[in-house]
């Protein structure tokens, strides 16, 4: 057969043809998606439990310099961030703020960076020179880093950044 003859026999088994019609309402909006409630209290325990902790748990000296990276993650990643190399799209400075206060504060400043799809950003947390034992926010600041998702690295901040003041932190794009 060709195509001629193959379109004809279409045609005459499948018979008239006629353009559907129907009396759906269009005008009504599309319904609104649906919100992750689980996801969403997940979230919020894992929120809670980072700021549930002791900064005593982790030692850290007033001039020592701090850093961490996720298992994994490449050691030429770590060396351009320890060199400052990535570009700090956001600083947030602890000084003259609480525990508790630096604790919202480390949380909501990564929480917003990660949603701004941010690579690198800057806690200014201080050398902790006033503080009897150890620097309280330094330490708070690594703890907490650790715990955080999306969290890839941090560490002391080169010397015109702030140097053992300061951390650079990577954060994942996801």
């Not at 310099?65 to 060396?79: N, Y």
């Not at 508790?100 to 690198?120: G, L, P, Y």
Request: a positive charge; hydrophobic letters at 35%; glycine letters at 6%.
């Amino acid at each position: 057969m060709t195509i001629d003859e193959d379109s004809k026999f279409f045609r005459k088994i499948v018979g008239e043809v006629r353009p559907v019609t129907n009396d759906r309402d269009n005008s009504r909006p599309q319904p609104a998606r649906p919100v992750p409630t689980f996801s969403r209290q997940d979230e919020a325990v894992v929120v809670n439990e980072l700021l549930d902790f002791s900064p005593e748990q982790l030692e850290v000296e007033s001039g020592e310099e701090i850093r961490w990276a996720k298992p994994g993650l490449q050691a030429k990643v770590q060396r351009r961030l320890r060199q400052g190399r990535y570009s700090v799209a956001d600083v947030l400075d602890l000084h003259h703020m609480r525990t508790a206060e630096a604790q919202t504060a480390i949380v909501e400043f990564i929480e917003h960076a990660r949603q701004d799809q941010k690579t690198c950003v800057r806690i200014i947390h201080g050398k902790g020179l006033r503080s009897r034992i150890q620097p309280k926010l330094k330490t708070l600041t690594a703890k907490l880093l650790r715990r955080m998702p999306g969290v890839l690295a941090y560490c002391s901040a080169r010397p015109v950044d702030g140097g053992t003041g300061a951390v650079y932190v990577l954060l994942s794009r996801r």
